[in-house]
Each structure stands twice: as structure tokens, then as C-alpha cells.
């Protein structure tokens, strides 16, 4: 993958965050503040408790931090898995959304 074929899928992934957050603010209570700065997008719940996604321009990796922990992703042409065989992004970042907001929260592309 190319720098600029790397940083296309990212935009894509960091505005898809974005809109998702902003679709779950307009259908449920989640209340979740999202912001984005360049390669950053931070979710903070009600709970003041954050999800932090980041890219990692050289790796061509996203980076994902939550209260669980922090894992790595990247693009296999399809999908962003986990670097560790631990599941594809869209899937965790609802898991551990849901798991920081106390509510089912659906993280979808």
C-alpha cells in the first residue's frame, strides 16, 4: 500500500467515526462528543471516560486507545483488522463504545 492509498482509506475511516458518532448522537442518548484534530478523533462519553483514534502515518497502521487498552489496525484491502488477530475495527470500537457509554452503541462504515 502507498502513502497516499494509506491515507485515503484512513480519511475514509476517521470521517466514517465521525458521522457514526454524530448519527448515534441524533438516534439514541449516547451523548458522545466527538473531535477531530488532523489524524485524531477523540470520542468522550458522558462518563468523561475516551476512546482515542490515531494515525500512524509511517506504520501505516490506525491506532485505537479505550479504557480497555490500545490496539493497532491495518487495511487489508477490505477491512482494518487488528494487528493481533483480535477482530476488525468496526466490531471493537462498538464493543468497547458500548462498554465505556453503558449502552449498545453501533460502530458501522
Known sequence: MTDLEFLDQAERLLSGIENCSDRLNDHTDADIDNQRVGGMVTLTFPNRSQIVVNLQKPLHEVWLAARCGGFHYKFDGKHWQDTK?????????????????????????
Open 85 to 109: 488477530g483480535q477482530g476488525e475495527f468496526w466490531q471493537s470500537l462498538s464493543r468497547f463504545a458500548s462498554e465505556q457509554s453503558g449502552q449498545p452503541l453501533v460502530f458501522q462504515a
